[in-house]
């Protein structure tokens, strides 16, 4: 049909119903002089000329691929196998959208299930849903799920899990009127001390969240928390590097209800910050709350292996105060990306890949904790990051190892006010001892320098 605009009539009735005169007083609450700002821009140029201006302003950035880099804080710089790139940029892969008619959309509702089921395996959990937005809003909507399936709203949450996790979970159950309680960290003399989140816990307690590795780099044995979540009836909500369950037991074999995670490390760009894909992986018995997509695999009249879209959660497939999820992005595109990546790996080349990381990190942390000044302060077992305490600035010290071709770690004073001495250094199998043996001379620089 044409289209058919609105009439002048109609537009007063609209502006008289939400009770305003005019379309412009709907922007009054933008100050005045943004509102209608003059934006001072040059002539126009040929287009090689222009083609070179851009080219200048894009080559101030320098890639992580340029320099050494020992930034993670959950983006990571991971090698990516070219075979991952070239079977996503298919066309009956890039140009396909989400399969809302899953009948005509065989091809990536298969890959999709692929990925679920290699979730399930890497998580050591029953079912995994198709994909989150990332880790960190996989993460609220496993705190909402808890607190559906067992009707309370106290959420404790470790605080050594991801700060920026912890603020999306807060943005997302704010209007709830959910009770958080985050555990304490604490910096001594040699190294960080973490509250026992099970002292925590409660008969009032929908879900404890830890981190595995944490923030901070660190191993835990969380047997015990999960039997203090038995006896409170708390949910067990786990959050995971997918690379270190290459190397370390995976959330269900700790006993975890519901295990979610950033699928990034796993063959996807760092991408200036995304877009990435969440991973959330739980036990069958609550998977009818279970929020995203879920495929799943059948046979149709003829006896043919067929997938479709199943227990769907969103409230255009079901009733509204059944919905679970408002999740409307597919990401099946990085779910395929994920999926080759592992598929790539296998089990073997995972645990290579984290075998990498774990080692280059404490090559790094033991030559760091030699310098004078410097102090590693995440403690044994970690991973592949840990915390190091700086005499220079931390802000500073980056500014240094910048202009030495070297990418720094994360200064913790944003997060951790007690920690603004401190920066989160990470390894990955991108590092060589070489760019390592740099770094910890650039350090020993930079505090010689400052003396």
């Known amino acids: 049909m044409p289209f058919v605009p609105l009439t002048d009539a109609e537009r007063r009735a609209m502006l008289e119903r939400i009770g305003v005169r005019s379309v412009d007083d709907l922007f009054t609450l933008i100050p005045e002089p943004l509102r209608y700002p003059t934006i001072d821009l040059p002539p126009g140029e040929p287009e090689l000329a222009a083609a070179r201006a851009v080219q200048q302003l894009a080559a101030r950035n320098r890639p992580a691929s340029a320099l050494a880099c020992f930034l993670g804080a959950g983006v990571y710089h991971h090698y990516i196998p070219s075979a991952v790139g070239a079977l996503a940029s298919r066309g009956e892969f890039l140009t396909s959208y989400t399969p ?3 009948e005509v959309s065989q091809g990536t509702l298969q890959v999709t299930f692929e990925f679920q089921s290699l979730v399930c395996e890497l998580f050591a959990m029953e079912v995994a849903n198709a994909g989150m937005y990332d880790g960190a809003t996989a ?3 496993a705190v909402l799920m808890a607190e559906r399936i067992t009707h309370r709203s106290r959420v404790v ?3 050594s899990v991801h700060p920026e996790y912890r603020a999306v979970v807060e943005t997302y159950v704010a209007p709830r009127g959910t009770e958080l309680v985050v555990g ?5 003399d040699t190294a960080l001390h973490e509250q026992d989140v099970g002292d ?7 879900c404890c969240v830890v981190q595995q590795p944490t923030f901070f780099g660190t191993i835990h044995d969380w047997r015990a928390l999960r039997a203090a979540c038995d006896r409170t009836g708390a949910l067990l909500v786990m959050v995971c590097n997918p690379i270190a369950l290459g190397l370390l037991r995976p959330p269900g074999d700790w006993g975890a209800d519901i295990a979610v995670g ?13 877009p990435w894909i969440g991973l959330m992986a739980t036990r069958e018995r609550y998977v009818r709350q279970l929020p995203g997509r879920l495929v799943g695999a059948t046979r149709d009249v003829r006896g043919r292996r067929g997938y479709v879209l199943t227990l769907q959660a969103r409230e255009q497939h079901i009733r509204r105060e059944k919905a679970t999820s408002n999740i409307c992005t597919s990401e099946a595109l990085l779910a395929l990306q994920a999926a080759i990546y592992l598929s790539l790996l296998g089990p073997r080349g995972l645990r290579q890949v984290a075998e990498s990381c774990y080692q280059y990190a404490h090559y790094a942390a033991a030559a760091i904790a030699q310098l004078p000044g410097y102090a590693v302060l995440t403690p044994e077992p970690f991973f592949h990051e840990f915390v190091v305490r700086c005499p220079v600035p931390p802000s500073e010290l980056n500014r240094q190892l910048l202009a030495a071709g070297i990418l720094g770690g994360l200064p913790l004073g944003r997060f951790y006010p007690a920690l603004a001495d401190c920066m989160l250094l990470c390894c990955t ?10 770094l910890v001379a650039a ?3 930079a505090r010689r320098e400052t003396a």
Not at 184 to 188: K, Y
């Open 100 to 102: 809302y008619q899953a």
């Open 429 to 438: 199998e991108m590092n060589t001892r070489e760019e390592i043996d740099r």
């Open 262 to 274: 950033e699928g990034q490390p796993l063959g996807i760009a760092m991408s200036y910050g995304g």
């Open 157 to 159: 949450l470790a605080g």
């Open 139 to 141: 993460l609220a909507e």
């Open 443 to 445: 350090l020993a620089a």
């Open 184 to 188: 304490a960290v604490e910096r001594g």
């Open 200 to 206: 925590l816990l409660d008969e009032r307690t929908a």
